[in-house]
Structure formats: structure tokens, C-alpha cells
């Protein structure tokens, strides 16, 4: 299975971004797809995720500004990401989780700054 993380980059404080993940290879069914990030001395924390019921996690601090969804069908995962702020400058990783493994992305930055 691998994953292909694309749309990081610099953005302004209230700008927007939209990071897409594809995952390709022996796939039959992903239950988890989501978005982790890791800020430079900060533990790898979790952004979102989506079940295959459609079932959402999010983190307190992205609430209201950002929006997971994903296509089964292009085993595709998005993160729509609004009124970015300094804070959100990270690199993000998109996950998946088949049966009882997990896997990574490579990563994607995303820089928050004027």
C-alpha cells in the first residue's frame, strides 16, 4: 500500500489550502482515512479522520475551519483547510487503516506565515 500526499505549501494567515492523499496497491477496503501533522519539537498529533460510515474525529484546534472528506470510490482522502493561522504550520501526514494496519503517508508541508 502507498500513499501520495499533495497541496501543502505557504499560505497566508487566513488563507486557505487543500491537501489531497491517494492510496494505491492492494486495497479492498480502508476504514480509517484521515491527517495527522507534526510541528517542528511537537509530537505527531491527530488533524481528522473519516470512518467508511462517514463518522468524524476532530481536533479542538481545527474545528470549524477544517473539513475532512474522502472519495471510496478514488480511495482518496482530502483535508480542507480554512482560515489558516500560524499555529497550523506543520508537516501533514495522511493515514489510512486497513483491517488492523496502519499506513503512512509521506508528508506534506504546510507553512502559515506573512
Known amino acids: 500500500v502507498q500513499l501520495q500526499a499533495s497541496g501543502g505549501g505557504l499560505v497566508q494567515p487566513g488563507g486557505s489550502l487543500r491537501l489531497s492523499c491517494v492510496a494505491s496497491g492492494s486495497i479492498f477496503r480502508i476504514n480509517v482515512m484521515g491527517w495527522y501533522r507534526q510541528a517542528p519539537g511537537k509530537q505527531r498529533e491527530l488533524v481528522a479522520d473519516m470512518s467508511s460510515g462517514g463518522s468524524t474525529n476532530y481536533a479542538n484546534s481545527v474545528k470549524g475551519r477544517f473539513t475532512i472528506s474522502r472519495d471510496n470510490a478514488k480511495n482518496t482522502v482530502y483535508l480542507q483547510m480554512n482560515n489558516l493561522k500560524p499555529e497550523d504550520t506543520a508537516v501533514y501526514y495522511c493515514?489510512?487503516?486497513?483491517?488492523?494496519?496502519?499506513?503512512w503517508g509521506q508528508g506534506t508541508l504546510v507553512t502559515v506565515s506573512s
Open positions: 493515514n489510512i487503516r486497513i483491517g488492523g494496519s496502519r499506513y
